[in-house]
């Protein structure tokens, strides 16, 4: 361990700024995506289900 | 093995694959990270020219790297696609394109935030900015061209043109530092004449850069299963998957309320 107190970790040496602006917009695009896909995967499954049932539906009718 | 690949070459037997890979490659990125942050930012020394401010290495390299690797993926698998007119090519290099823009953003990002401080200016017309900016744009213009066209296999064609056209800007971008005078430092890393930097900093440095590479993976592959399902809704398979009949009995007792 290098740093003295947490104090002196946000502060990175002046840096702080620098470093937790790369750190934390990384970690936003990150959690972003992540979301993005899963919202993504889940509109996919409803619309391939709502197609599907709309086909059966309409092989009964007919 | 050959017939192995052409095996998985098929969306409807890629698919399972893919949806058994991405954890796996999700769970390496996780722990990578976490090792990769604890070396760098709790074990690294401080650096005896940058201080503290040199530690946006262990995301702006590893992101910058993948952004290039991913661009280079994406290269690899519509070459693939033109030649074998193989129809999981296209979507594989769809489903890695908004992953390789998040890098690229990222790269320049990161890359203003740390020029700031050790430059003094977020940004200079330089070779190794200017092309990386390029890259990020090719991306962008990736992503938007196969959105515009509506028949996915010629979108799938324009798009693995345009990844092909474009790969030639990564070698660009990688020996930029040394074909122009940048103000970009050359390569911390080479090939051939190993590293300048310390023990633990490289190590960190290549511990998140296997990261996102994990990351990457993971993301490209959950994505190209939505890709799948959507354009092979029509087939057999599609409809007897046990995640479209939940969905279609959600509907449906939605739809009989409604």
Known sequence: MIWNSWNDFWAMGG???????????????????????????????????????????????? | MI??????????????????????????????TVWGLWLGMFVAPTDFQQGEGYRIIFV???ASWMSMVIYLAMAFWALLGLTFNTRLS?????????????????????GALWGKPMWGTWWV??????SE????????????????????????KAGGILALVGALNVP????????????????SVSLTKGSSMAQVMLEAMLIMGVAFWMYAAAMALYRVRSIIVVRERHAQWVAELPEVKAQMMKNASGGTKA
């Not at chain 2, 058994?20 to 390496?28: I, T």
């Not at chain 2, 900016?133 to 979108?155: Q, S």
Request: hydrophobic fraction near 50%; charged fraction near 10%; proline fraction near 4%.
């Open chain 1, 15 to 62: 840096y702080g700024l620098y470093v937790w602006g790369s750190f934390g917009v990384t970690a936003l695009c990150v959690a972003l995506e992540i979301v993005w896909v899963k919202n993504a995967r889940a509109q996919a499954l409803t619309q391939i289900a709502h197609e599907l049932v709309a086909e059966t539906n309409s092989k009964e009718w007919s």
């Open chain 2, 3 to 32: 017939q192995k690949l052409f095996f998985y070459a098929s969306p409807q037997n890629f698919y399972p694959l893919a949806g058994k890979l991405w954890p796996v490659f999700a769970c390496l990125a996780t722990v990578l």
């Open chain 2, 60 to 62: 702006h390299v590893p």
């Open chain 2, 90 to 110: 296209g979507m594989m290099t769809k489903a890695l394109a908004p992953t390789g823009a998040i890098c690229a953003f990222l790269s320049l990002w990161t």
């Open chain 2, 125 to 130: 017309w330089d070779a190794r900015l200017t």
């Open chain 2, 133 to 156: 900016l390029i890259l990020f744009f090719l991306y962008l213009g990736h992503i938007a061209l196969t959105n515009a066209i509506d028949d996915p296999r010629r979108a799938d």
């Open chain 2, 172 to 187: 660009v971008i990688y020996f930029s530092v040394k074909w122009w005078n940048t103000l970009h430092q050359g390569a």
